[in-house]
C-alpha cells in the first residue's frame, strides 16, 4: 500500500527595520531556500566587489519583453536585467570571480551569514538536487552565454562548476527572520542593524 505524505506548506513573515526592530509571524523556525533572494543579495555583492562599469558591461537594465525568451539578449548584445534566469547566472558568475572555484561557496557563505547578522544558514539540498537535474532553461541560458561568449573571461572553461555555484547559492536555505535582517542590511548602506 502506497501512501501519500501530505505536503507540509509554512507561512512566514518577518520585518527588520534598519534600527534593528523586528517582528515576526508564522513559521519562522523552517529555513526556507533563498531562490530569487540569493540572485539579489549576489547582485548587490558583485555591484561592490566589480563596481557599476563592470556590471553594466555584463548585464542590461531594461525588463524582458514578454514575447522573448530567456536565450534572448537585449540590443546591445546583454542578457536582459539580472532578475532573468540569464542575468542571475551571469550575476553568481560576477561574485568572487577572482576566488578559486572550491572556494568561492565558503566565502559567499560567510558574506551571508554577515549579511543576516550571524543568523543560521544552511543548504537544502533537496532543491539543489532538483536545481542540478530540472533546471534545463537555466542550463540552457548558461550554456547558451557561454557560446555566444557573453561569459567574463575564464568562467566558459569551468561552467559545470559555475553552474554548481549557482545552484548552490540559490538553494542556500534562511530563516525569514535572517532574510528581514538581510534585507535591512541592504537597505542601511550594508550595516547589520542588530
Known sequence: MMRRRKSHHTVSLALCTVDGQRLSFGDKETPHPLNACATMFNYCLAHAQNGPEVMLHYLGKEPKPEDKGELTFNSDGKVWNPLTKSGAFMTSCLVFREMAVEERLDALHAFYDTLSGHEPLCCDNLSYNFKRSYAH???????????????????????AEALDFHFQSSSTAMTSDACAVSAATLANNGICPL
Open 137 to 159: 532553461e537555466e542550463i540552457g541560458a548558461a550554456y547558451n552565454l557561454s557560446s555566444t561568449q557573453r561569459l567574463p573571461r575564464g568562467t566558459s572553461e569551468f561552467i
